[in-house]
Structure formats: structure tokens, C-alpha cells
């Protein structure tokens, strides 16, 4: 015989019940938070591979650019144009411009002015980039698109 003060057991209709309207709830809260994530992009877009250099003419003569933003130096001479990816070869650490030619800070890579390996663990020299010149005149430098050491653009 129940007691007095304990409550009545929930019949079975009334916990089906219940339990729906929980699992309905918690469906329906799942949804508004699935749409209020909507506006913002789960994959967010990479930089262009193609860095803007501007004209021939801006780019210091018989000297370099480096543009820190892209890891590249631009190489200007007599030749033409030329492009130089500043990432190590070895695991990808920015490499420093010396009066030899580069060297990794990292772990100890140094690099000739061609970008050759002349020591350290690197397995391949620095990738030289292909530099093209658009219909209005300028300049751009395309990081995915490896081209052989010593390729300059005749400007």
C-alpha cells in the first residue's frame, strides 16, 4: 500500500509523452543553432597564389624586394625579373637574406644567391616562382608555379 506522501507513479502514456515533447525541444533548439551558424563560413578562403609586384619600372633596379606578406623576394636586374620563394625547403621555416645568399634561422639550412643548398639539412634549393606580366603592364608572381633556377622575365 503507497504511503501517504509519495508521490503518484507516471503512467506510461504520460512519460511517452513527455519524453516526445523533450526529444522535439531539443531537435527544434538543434536546428536554430545549425541556422544561426549559417551566415559564416565553415571554410574560410585562402590568400590568391598570385601577389601583385606593380610595373617594371617600380621595382629597384639591379637590386631586391622582398614582400613579407607572400615569403617571396623579387629579384630586378638587367636580365629581367625574377622571383624567389623565401620558405625553406627543409620543414618551411622563413629564411633570412645574408650577404652570401640566405640561410634558415631554424635549423641552419644556407642557401646560395641562386638559392642552391650549400649546407645544412635542406634536401632542395629555394623554389624560384613564375613571374608574368598582365595585359595592362604589370607585374605579378604566381607562389604555386615552380619554374627552373635562373628564369627572369625580360621586361
Excluded: Y
Excluded at 503512467?11 to 525541444?25: N, S
Excluded at 619600372?57 to 613579407?68: H, N, S
Amino acid at each position: 500500500m503507497p504511503a501517504r506522501l509519495e508521490p503518484d507513479p507516471i503512467p506510461r502514456r504520460d512519460f511517452l509523452g513527455l519524453a516526445g515533447t523533450w526529444a522535439a525541444m531539443i531537435a527544434i533548439g538543434g536546428s536554430i543553432l545549425g541556422m544561426l551558424r549559417l551566415p559564416k563560413p565553415s571554410v574560410l578562403p585562402e590568400k590568391g597564389s598570385r601577389v601583385r609586384l606593380g610595373r617594371p619600372e617600380d621595382l629597384p633596379a639591379g637590386g631586391a624586394q622582398v614582400v613579407p606578406e607572400h615569403n617571396v623576394l623579387v629579384l630586378a636586374d638587367a636580365r629581367g625579373v625574377a622571383a624567389v620563394s623565401l620558405v625553406c625547403s627543409h620543414l618551411g621555416c622563413i629564411v633570412k637574406q645574408t650577404e652570401g645568399g640566405f640561410s634558415c634561422p631554424c635549423h641552419g639550412s644556407v642557401f646560395g644567391r641562386q638559392g642552391e643548398v650549400t649546407g645544412g639539412p635542406a634536401p632542395s634549393g629555394l623554389k624560384w616562382l613564375a613571374v608574368s606580366r598582365a595585359v595592362d603592364g604589370r607585374l605579378s608572381v604566381d607562389t604555386e608555379r615552380e619554374v627552373p633556377p635562373g628564369t627572369f622575365l625580360e621586361v
